[in-house]
Nanobody
C-alpha cells in the first residue's frame, strides 16, 4: 500500500489561504486517483476534492467550489490542495487518499490508502 504524508496545515484567519501537499511513496501513484477529504469533530469524513490519475477528471464539493483547487504532479508523486478564501467552517483535519483507477469515485470509503492527516484551523 502506498504511504501518504500530508503537510501544509495550520492556523489561518478567515479569508486567508493555505496550500496542502501530499507526498506519495511508490511507483504506482501515477496510476491512481487521488483526493482530499476532511473531518471535523463530531462529523463524518467528507470529500473535498478528487482528481483522476491523469488530471482529466476533477470533482469539488459544492462547499469549496470556486475557493479550492486540486492538482497533482505525477513526476514528483505529489498532490496539492490550494485553499483560498478560507472560512471557519473549513476547520477540520484534512486527509489525502488514493485508490486504484478502476473507476472515478468521490466516496471516502472507496479509497484504500490514507495519510495521517493535517489540521486546518480557520479563525473568525
Amino acid at each position: 500500500q502506498a504511504q501518504l504524508v500530508e503537510s501544509g496545515g495550520g492556523l489561518v484567519q478567515a479569508g486567508g489561504s493555505l496550500r496542502l501537499s501530499c507526498a506519495a511513496s511508490g511507483r504506482t501513484f501515477r496510476s491512481k486517483h487521488a483526493g482530499w477529504f476532511r473531518q471535523a469533530p463530531g462529523k463524518e469524513r467528507e470529500s473535498v476534492a478528487v482528481i483522476s490519475w491523469n488530471g482529466g477528471n476533477i470533482y469539488y464539493a459544492e462547499s469549496v467550489k470556486g475557493r479550492f483547487s486540486i492538482s497533482r504532479d505525477n513526476d514528483k508523486n505529489m498532490v496539492y490542495l490550494q485553499m483560498n478564501s478560507l472560512k471557519p467552517e473549513d476547520t477540520a483535519t484534512y486527509y489525502c487518499a488514493t485508490r486504484v483507477a478502476t473507476r472515478f469515485t468521490t466516496t471516502p470509503h472507496e479509497f484504500s490508502s490514507w495519510g495521517q492527516g493535517t489540521q486546518v484551523t480557520v479563525s473568525s
